[in-house]
């Protein structure tokens, strides 16, 4: 392993496992030690059998328009107790002030009348809906799972980049990456103490239950998905199949008298929660596209009926518009009365004509952002862009400002990569996926770490040919551990195996009746376009 890091260069960006060269960071430092005995060509037939158990098992995501086999490096990422520590109070903090965010925009608007965040910022967000208005999930939460995205800057520091409420993707990877990893590198998890990552699934489950109507004793629950040709198919499933609940199509719920239930093989049977998969655009074609055939027809209304609770909430989207994540610190200090433990990135929003302005003659030295964008798409890199894609994007911005954020680059931290067969830095980030029952808000220890893989490239999106990595965090130490935590207890062996069962299935027959092909094409590309990338 030693010759793969010859020569592996230290840039001007904060490095995950190297403070200076040849010489391991503190929570890597076992990492390190344990992989010296592996050399170049083992290590490399070992990342060959990690990809071939992934393109067996069908962990897959869309990209291109081809379902590819998800690439996962075989370096892990480490992240030391004191280090988590501090990402999980700050997730927990924003997942807390957004709730009472969204509780308050959907309800009395008090923070408009407060003059902290204003209406208009919220009623020009194409997210928000007021058909969500004076809906009260039966105990308050709305944002049951958030993916807050964090990237490490050059000083080291971690940064909020933005925060994902609706439908966000990749949890599925974090549970698969540590399952793969622990099969092909099992040496390495005997000499670590990693906090788990299975206990997500059950988890989530009991925060569905926890959020179902109220009376209701044992809540069914469904994953409503968009169908087979969506890109996070594979996560539907498999979360529906590690929780022990039914995975369901739109066609399969039926909505009359306010209640929403499932069509079985015995009949139909209540539904209580929708854990569901699919934006709200596409959910309710009564209330939202009246094109939709992925939705179900009145589950909106069911809802503010109190009969069936939909998680994620409808509306959560105006709370990840990315301009209003410029007011998130402002909105933790007026709702929790504390100063954030995470910065955002440094993002200034076109709100007044100085700062088109100033933005329009610096966006060579700038990252403009859609706000509505998502899976890295419509990002544009200032110094990195010609001079025509900087023309263009001066027309989009003058035209319509407030479509548009501009951040100040951060040079993302780098992780050592598996790379043509040898190790090389490549620019990550990470989204620690949080869960709330309403009692508390729970991170996923690690969350899912995503790389660019093309040498110098900074967008990690998935959707957009990045990788992953497997995300350790170390237990804090004991008496007696070595360095970052080590102790030899047993490794988190997650209990999943790659079967047939984790592979996308057929689409299931269609329903008798006059379906025709344009209608079967329209169903599958709102499959396509009905959620989020990850």
């Known amino acids: 392993m030693a010759d793969l890091f010859d020569g592996y260069p230290l840039g001007d960006v904060w490095d995950e496992m190297f403070g200076e060269v040849g010489r391991a960071r503190p929570a890597y430092a076992g ?27 069908g962990v897959t995501f869309a990209h291109a328009g081809e379902e590819q086999p998800f690439p996962l490096d075989i370096v ?16 927990a903090q924003r997942v807390h002030a957004l709730e009472a965010f969204l509780a308050d925009v959907y309800g009395a608007g008090q923070c408009f009348t407060d003059r902290i965040v204003p209406r208009s910022v919220v009623t020009t967000s194409a997210h928000f809906h007021r058909q969500a208005h004076g809906l009260v999930p039966p105990n308050g939460v709305r944002v049951h799972v958030s993916g807050i995205d964090l990237v490490r800057d050059e000083a080291g520091d971690f940064r ?7 439908s966000p993707s990749g949890v599925s990877y974090v549970i698969t990456n540590r399952a793969a ?9 005997a000499d670590h103490r990693i906090q788990p990552v299975s206990d997500y699934p059950s988890r989530l489950l009991a925060a569905l239950k926890a959020s179902a109507p109220t009376g209701v004793a044992d809540p069914t629950v469904v994953v409503l998905t968009p169908g087979v040709y969506n890109s996070a198919y594979f996560e539907h499933a498999l979360l529906a199949r590690q929780m022990g609940v039914e995975l369901v199509e739109g066609r399969d719920l039926i909505c009359a008298g306010n209640q929403v239930s499932m069509r079985t093989t015995d009949g139909q049977q209540r539904v209580d929660v929708i854990y569901r998969r699919i934006d709200d655009e596409f959910l309710d074609p009564v209330h939202f596209r009246p094109d939709s055939v992925i939705g179900c027809a009145g589950v909106l209304n069911a809802a503010r ?32 009365g504390e100063e954030p433990v995470l910065a955002n990135a440094e993002t200034h929003r076109l709100d007044d004509e100085d700062t088109v302005e100033w933005v329009l003659a610096s966006l060579d030295q700038l990252v403009l952002k859609p706000v509505d964008g998502s899976g890295g798409k419509g990002i544009v890199i200032g110094p990195r862009a010609d001079e025509k894609t900087l023309g263009e994007l001066a027309v989009k911005v003058r035209a319509r400002p407030r479509d548009w954020i501009a951040q100040k680059p951060i040079g993302l931290s780098t992780c050592p990569t598996l790379v043509g067969g040898r190790i090389a830095p490549r620019h990550v980030d990470l989204r620690p ?102």
Request: with cysteine; glycine share 12%; charged share 20%.
């Open 160 to 166: 909020v980049l933005e925060d994902n409420l609706r």
């Open 76 to 91: 892990p990422r480490v992240l030391g107790a004191d280090e988590w520590s501090v990402i999980e109070r700050g997730v």
């Open 305 to 336: 009926a109190g009969r069936v609770t939909i998680a994620n909430a409808v509306g959560n989207g105006v709370a990840d518009d990315k301009l209003l994540f410029t007011w998130v610190p402002e909105l933790i200090r007026y709702y929790l």
């Open 181 to 189: 990893m622990s099969q092909v590198l099992p040496e390495l998890f």
């Open 433 to 534: 996926f949080a869960v709330n029952d309403g009692d508390k808000v729970w991170v996923l220890p690690g969350g899912l770490t995503r790389v660019a893989l093309p040498e110098g490239e900074l967008v990690v999106n998935s959707s957009q040919g990045g990788g992953s990595k497997d995300t350790w965090v170390l237990s804090p130490p004991r008496r007696g551990d070595g360095v970052g935590g080590e102790g030899g207890t047993e490794p988190d062996l997650t209990t999943i195996e790659f079967t047939a069962a984790d592979m996308p299935e057929d689409p299931p027959a269609q329903d008798p009746g006059p379906l025709n092909d344009t209608v079967v094409g329209q169903s599958q590309q709102q499959q396509q376009s009905g959620v989020r990338p990850c």
């Open 31 to 57: 990492l390190f030690a344990s992989m010296q005995p592996i050399d170049g060509d083992e290590l490399a037939a070992r990342a060959d059998v990690l990809s071939q158990t992934y393109r067996d098992a």
